[in-house]
């Protein structure tokens, strides 16, 4: 077994080193510098090799560390005379739903394949391996959080011990769990988005529960993780006597092609954008009247309607419990209600973040090459300006007309709460609802633009290029950022309404210009 653990370690280190190393020649400074040689080059390659688990370590330690300070900045930030019972109800329930949602062991990886296919690794002992050399790493990381966050929060260090065997009894009941549906089913359970969203949405209403006042206390917190331990001891021996292992990676591994996958769950995303045998039929009422490429664009909405639609439904309700908690506070938390007042006035910013989230604009947009342009941009005409641009603004409408389904939702809930807390400003109510508008609109129109401009896809969907995922991960701080703005609402949705109008103008142009060039196969 420490064979197979040396031998799989090695081959992480080895991936992690050309990666890094073709990473360096694909930068503008470094690609006419460094050449194939360095590949087969002892020196710099063995310095890039020493640095490759230092890496691996510290990416795995901030992934983690960023984690559990969502968890402390919650806490702290909203709950500041609640704070330890508040950090450590978020922390269970989080690490509970984990049991469900973060599980390693059948992750169809490029690491799994190799040692198992590839390598032709013994079955039984590398998966012994993996579960115990998850347990160590998870064991080193969680612990070194969970001591620091414990330090700020003065908790006593007998909790500190109590999370750390929380995360270890969790992660190996989650592991038995997953491969228990897995024979039993004969697919990952969270590749079922009905059961899966189910999940996710029961552990949000309990992570959400300090809200209204309700923790659940620090010695049920003691009781259950010794009754999991107990579980855990069962769920190890369930573990430890599996002996079909390769069999079943084997089974995964057809649902995609690991080798040209960027990560563990690509075949999840790829599920997520493929057209089911039911939708391929269509109402031909519904394009029947349309021509040119506005039936074009009709026939492909129609088939994805069931893909497009059911995220933002699922925004919507989700939004609506939402709403629904926040009421009930209004009405039974002592001056929530001036809070909730002050939020609208003066954080409106924070809505750019939620408008982030709930957007489909990124998934939306998956949908659009892997079910029609990847195979449609090797035909010229496709790629001429007057086609991209025309195709562009049909597809516009129809994103923006899907992302408004959870933004009126929003928008409407905003408006009501200021009704209950008898805001008689009109024009306070209507920029506020407008704002949650534009944002939906804005986020519609970036998604697209970006998507048309640096098209990033190739045809199994990984990203291939570095400005997409710079433009993404812009977006993302971008709106991080605005969680920090303190505006009066009707100043920023002003604001908000003239940037969406001078960006759309942009775009357009943008597109116009520069997609014949860039719109094209990976």
Known sequence: MFHNLKESLDIDITYTTNSIIFILRKLPILKDLITDDIYSSNGIKSLIRFIAPIYLFFKMLVIKFFYYFFIFFVAY???PSNLIRTYYHLFFFLTILGMFINNKLLNTSKKNYFSLILFHMEATSYFRMNILWNQIINLVLNSICIIFFNSLIMAPIKYSIILILLTIFTRLIGESLNIMFYKKQNYIWYSNTKLYGTVLLLGLVFILLPFISIYIPIKWIVSITILLGIISIFSLKYLLSIKDYKQIFQRLS????????????????????AIRDKDKSINNKKINKKKGYDFFNAIFFARHKE????????????SVVVYSILIYLIFNKTNFDKDMLNFLYNRMGWFVAIMYIVNRGAIITQAMFFNCDHAMLNYNFYKTPKVILELFKKRLQTVILVNLIPAFTIGIGNTIIFILLKETNLITI????????????FFSIHYLVIYYLLQPFNKKLEVKK?????????TYIFSYM????????????????LFTIGYAGIALLLVYKFAPKTFKLN
């Open 307 to 318: 893909i497009l639609l059911r995220s933002a439904k699922k925004y919507s309700v989700i």
């Open 430 to 441: 209507a920029t506020s609802f407008l704002f949650v508008i534009v944002l939906s609109i």
């Open 482 to 497: 605005m969680t920090s703005v303190i505006m009066n609402s009707t100043i920023l949705s002003i604001l908000g309404i």
């Open 466 to 474: 570095a400005s997409y995922s710079i433009a993404t991960l812009g």
């Open 254 to 273: 057809q649902v995609v092609d690991v080798m040209n996958s960027k990560n563990d769950k690509d075949y999840l995303k790829q599920g997520m954008v």
């Open 77 to 79: 930030r909203y709950f």
